[in-house]
């Protein structure tokens, strides 16, 4: 999404001169810079989404979407366990891996052509002071903020008029403690989305990439089948926030009392296990973070 160059907002240098008037490399070493970048790009990134109303629109029709995608699956329990009469029930696992994979597709939906869209306006910027780790900073706030509101709305609407897990392991009620599993499964992948964005020359390299990696997150979230006993499925599906969101969220509905043939170890319906899968997507975050702030060494001024 091109966006303008940010404007430098003018403060008082501790010695009593402006700070508009020194050097460029001495206003970027100054102690309050990377504040004022950050706070200067986050107001920057909202205005131009919020001045482009197509793509406002899109970020919230999106979610609109998804959630009504999951009214195609059918039962009328939710995340709910059914009654004593029904003895299987499938629609708790089926809305589950809806519920993850489409929030996947949220995160890196939004973040995916960010970077690279503007890779001359960040050299640009970068050679006058512009600060790496505030750039990647405020497209984590900014972004990170748009998929807690689509997540929110996606999470909402999709159980609507249906049932929710009657008890919580860890927060209170149960639905928020779902909430937060598929925000972070969203946040993780919008990570990996500006990771790919900061990597690829053009923006027409994402669309295959969007393509296989939402593809991937819905085979490795061990929810569309069984990976208990697929030794080589079941290491490589450590490194996809979908395996990780949905087994804290089969955890909280207690997904091996209600599909009693499917077993899978990090679905125990215990607070450790919830934690354990919530602490795996928060490390992936991290690892991601650093991963996109070295990506973004490609775009550097001089570099090809």
């Known amino acids: 999404m091109p966006v303008p160059p940010a404007a430098t907002p003018q403060a008082t240098h501790p ?9 460029l490399r001495s206003r970027a070493r100054h102690p309050s810079a990377p504040i ?15 001045s482009d109303r197509g793509y406002a629109l899109f970020l919230l029709g999106l979610p609109l979407a998804l959630a009504l995608l999951t009214h195609a699956v059918p039962g009328e329990f939710g995340l709910a366990a059914p009654p004593p009469t029904v003895r299987v029930s499938l629609e708790a696992q089926r809305l589950l891996v809806v519920l993850v994979v489409g929030a996947a597709f949220l995160g890196i939906a939004v973040s995916i052509r960010e970077i690279v869209n503007e890779g001359s306006i960040y050299r640009r910027e970068r050679a ?30 999709s159980v609507l008029g249906r ?23 969203a946040i993780t992948s919008t990570v990996l989305g500006l990771f790919v964005s900061a990597l690829v020359r053009t923006s027409e390299q ?3 990439i969007l393509v296989v990696t939402v593809m991937a997150q819905l085979v490795l979230s061990g929810g569309l089948f069984e990976l208990q006993g697929e030794k080589v499925l079941q290491i490589i599906s450590t490194i996809a926030p979908t395996r990780w969101g949905f087994a804290a969220g089969a955890s909280t509905v207690d997904m091996q009392k209600l599909v009693p043939f499917l077993k899978d170890a990090l679905w125990d319906p215990t607070p450790g296990a919830w934690w354990r899968s919530v602490l795996v997507l928060l ?4 690892i991601l973070v650093i991963a996109a702030r070295i990506a973004l060494r490609r775009l550097e001024p001089g570099r090809q």
């Open 206 to 208: 994402t669309t295959p």
């Open 283 to 286: 490390g992936q975050i991290a």
């Open 163 to 185: 049932g929710g897990p009657s008890q919580s392991l860890v927060l209170h009620p149960p639905m928020v403690e779902i909430t937060v599993v598929v925000a972070l499964v």
């Open 15 to 23: 010695g009593g001169a402006s700070l508009g008037s020194l050097p």
């Open 36 to 50: 004022r970048q950050y706070l200067t790009l986050c107001l920057r990134m909202l205005s131009v989404i919020i």
């Open 128 to 157: 006058a002071g512009l600060l790496p780790g505030a750039y990647l900073a405020s497209k984590l706030t900014v972004l990170g903020l748009i998929n807690i509101i689509q997540v929110i709305l996606f999470v909402y609407l």
